[in-house]
């Protein structure tokens, strides 16, 4: 069974810097994209950046040049380096993988439990 676990979130005040990680583990085969979302009270659920499994990046128009995403396809984990944070950036991040568990098989989509962040003077 597969389980992406998020860390790093919390309260930072703006200008602040927060990086926030989510490992996959469980049955794993391969994992292609991987990606942030957030989700801010009273908004929609949106994508924040993405990246690819050989390291292509994207990102919303929101968060280019403050945010970076990253993976280290050895140890199943994506990071998300949050720097010049802005009170509009504070949502629950949740993290989500398209994971294929066996070879030959269809991958699914799976999403992490989410992680606070907060930024507040």
């Known amino acids: 069974q597969v389980q992406l676990v998020e860390s790093g979130g919390g309260l930072v005040q703006p200008g602040g810097s927060l990086r926030l990680s989510c490992a996959a583990s469980?049955?794993?085969?391969?994992?292609?994209?991987m990606d942030w979302y957030r989700q801010a009270p009273g908004k929609e659920r949106e994508l924040v950046a993405v990246?690819?499994?050989?390291?292509?990046?994207n990102y919303a128009d929101s968060v280019k040049g403050r945010f970076a995403i990253s993976r280290d396809n050895a140890k199943n984990t994506v990071y998300l380096q949050m720097n010049s944070l802005k009170p509009e950036d504070t949502a629950v991040y949740y993290c989500?993988?398209?994971?294929?568990?066996?070879?030959?098989?269809?991958?699914?989509?799976?999403w992490g439990q989410g992680t606070q962040v907060t930024v507040s003077s």
């Open positions: 990246v690819g499994r050989g390291g292509n990046t």
């Open positions: 469980g049955s794993i085969f391969s994992i292609t994209a």
């Open positions: 989500n993988a398209y994971i294929v568990e066996r070879s030959g098989y269809t991958g699914r989509n799976y």
